[in-house]
């Protein structure tokens, strides 16, 4: 099994800034895709970023050049950087990753337990 450890969140001003971390750990082999999304409210989740073990990244348009995903893959850990901060960014935040638990097994999808982030206007 995995098991995801996410931090970072919290209450901030808008314009402000905050950084998630999600940490994966148990049996795993490797993580392929590591992503972030986000839940308001009465929404549906929506993705908010990812990454490819590669390095490739993928952004929702909502948070374009405000905020930056990155992984280090020596600590099974996913990153999340949000700058410029918006009330409508409001939302429980989850870690989402495709892990391999064993060498050509077929990835598996687990997700974090998510944390809040509160962004006041």
């Known amino acids: 099994q995995v098991q995801l450890v996410e931090s970072g969140g919290g209450l901030v001003q808008a314009g402000g800034s905050l950084r998630l971390s999600c940490a994966a750990s148990?049996?795993?082999?490797?993580?392929?895709?590591m992503g972030w999304y986000r839940q308001a409210p009465g929404k549906q989740r929506e993705l908010v970023a990812g990454?490819?073990?590669?390095?490739?990244?993928n952004y929702a348009d909502s948070v374009k050049g405000r905020f930056t995903i990155s992984r280090a893959n020596a600590k099974n850990t996913v990153y999340l950087q949000m700058n410029s901060l918006k009330p409508e960014d409001t939302a429980t935040y989850y870690c989402?990753?495709?892990?391999?638990?064993?060498?050509?097994?077929?990835?598996?999808?687990?997700w974090g337990q998510g944390t809040q982030v509160t962004v006041s206007s």
């Open positions: 990454i490819t073990s590669g390095g490739t990244t």
């Open positions: 148990g049996s795993i082999f490797s993580i392929n895709y």
């Open positions: 989402n990753v495709d892990a391999e638990l064993e060498e050509g097994w077929t990835p598996l999808e687990y």
